[in-house]
């Protein structure tokens, strides 16, 4: 997997899902573990969604040997 979520968005992720899950607390429901993707892709770096639209917001281009 060549990362594709860049520092920002990586934190922006974070932050949304850790509001999404204290929602899904606040109002009971299991949609709160829907944060647990924004999370999981925060702390990877790699977005699957992103590779289908060809979006990069990584500044560091792969090396390609």
């Known amino acids: 997997m060549v990362r594709n979520v860049g520092n920002v968005d990586r934190i922006a992720r974070l932050i949304l899902g850790i509001a999404v899950i204290a929602a899904g ?4 429901s299991w ?4 944060g647990l993707i924004f ?12 590779t289908l639209f060809g979006i990069n917001t990584c500044p560091v281009k792969p090396n390609r040997a």
């Open 25 to 28: 607390f606040a109002v009971q």
């Open 31 to 34: 949609l709160g573990a829907l």
């Open 39 to 50: 999370i999981g892709t925060a702390l990877v770096g790699f977005c699957p969604i992103y």
